[in-house]
């Protein structure tokens, strides 16, 4: 998780795409016209098991000049000993 918000704030798509689920991987994402400032991490739960893991994070971020947080519950699946991002659940 950490290392795909990293690589949100350095703009590294191909990375981003990588660590992907290929069931849910888009073909793109456009970081290069994205103006999102990305501020900070918190992840507030990590449960793990041999295959599959969720991850709780709060991300804050600064668009257009306001600052907002974006809150997620993820889901992971580990295939040949990588973690990839399946899929994520905002919260209000």
């Given at each position: 998780m950490r290392s795909?918000?990293?690589?949100y704030v350095l703009g590294l798509e191909e990375y981003l795409l990588n660590?992907?689920?290929p069931n849910t991987r888009p073909k793109y994402l456009n970081l290069a016209n994205d103006r999102t400032k990305w501020l900070?991490?918190?992840?507030?739960?990590?449960e793990p098991n041999d295959e599959?893991?969720?991850v709780e994070f709060i991300a804050s971020y600064k668009e257009?000049?306001?600052a907002e947080k974006l809150l997620e519950i993820s889901q992971f699946r580990r295939i040949a000993?990588?973690?990839y991002y399946v899929d994520g659940?905002?919260?209000?």
């Open positions: 795909r918000y990293s690589a660590t992907w689920h900070g991490l918190e992840v507030k739960r990590f599959q893991a969720i257009n000049g306001k000993r990588r973690w659940e905002y919260q209000a």
